[in-house]
C-alpha cells in the first residue's frame, strides 16, 4: 500500500515537503446549496441572523483549521481566503465560492475545498427549520496554480 501518504510497510505518515521550494500557490473551490424557493427568500432574515454573512464567515474559519480536520493534511500559513456567497434564485439556492492563497511548500486546494464545505453545511444548518430537504451539491477544485504539477483549470 505504498503511496505518498504511506511508507513501504503500509503506515500512514505525512508528506516530507521540507525540501520542496516556497512557491505562491491558489486555489478556487465552489459548491451550492439547492433550496426552495420560499428558503432563499429567507436568506437575508432567518431567525438566526444573516445566513450569507456567518457563512462566508464560517468558511474562511474553516479554511484556518484543514490541517487539524483532515488527516495526513499539512497545517499551513494561509496569506489570504475569500468565501464569497451568491443567490441563485434559477437554481434555487446559492453558490459558494472560496479562494485560497499562500506562499509555502504545499498546495491550498483543501483548504478551498474546506471552506466551500463548512460554508454550505453552516447555511443548512441556519436554514434547516425552514428547509430539511435542502442539498449540498457539486463541491469541487475550480483552479489551482502553483507548485511542481504547475496550473490546472476544470474545463
Same mark, same amino acid.
Given at each position: 500500500m ?15 515537503v ?10 478556487t473551490? #465552489?459548491?451550492? =446549496?439547492? !433550496?426552495?424557493?420560499? @428558503?432563499?427568500?429567507? *436568506?437575508?432574515?432567518?431567525a438566526k441572523? $444573516?445566513?450569507?454573512v ?30 464569497r ?19 509555502? #511548500?504545499?498546495? =491550498?486546494? !483543501?483548504?478551498?475545498? @474546506?471552506?466551500?464545505? *463548512? ?5 443548512? $444548518? ?9 442539498t ?20
Open positions: 505504498a503511496g505518498p501518504h504511506f511508507d513501504a510497510d503500509g503506515r500512514a505518515h505525512m508528506v516530507d521540507s525540501a520542496k521550494p516556497e512557491t505562491r500557490r491558489t486555489a473551490a #465552489r459548491g451550492r =446549496v439547492r !433550496m426552495d424557493g420560499a @428558503t432563499l427568500g429567507a *436568506v437575508r432574515n432567518s441572523g $444573516d445566513v450569507i456567518v457563512a462566508e464567515l464560517a468558511g474562511i474559519m474553516a479554511a484556518k483549521q484543514t490541517g487539524a480536520l483532515i488527516p495526513l493534511c499539512h497545517p499551513i500559513g494561509l496569506d489570504s481566503v475569500t468565501v456567497i451568491e443567490t441563485d434564485a434559477a437554481l434555487p439556492g446559492l453558490n459558494v465560492t472560496a479562494e485560497a492563497g499562500c506562499t509555502g #511548500r504545499t498546495g =491550498v486546494e !483543501m483548504e478551498a475545498m @474546506t471552506a466551500v464545505s *463548512v460554508a454550505c453545511l453552516t447555511i443548512y $444548518d441556519m436554514l434547516k427549520a425552514i428547509d430539511r430537504g435542502m449540498i451539491e457539486a463541491v469541487e477544485l475550480v483552479a489551482k496554480s502553483g507548485g511542481k504539477s504547475g496550473d490546472w483549470r476544470r474545463d
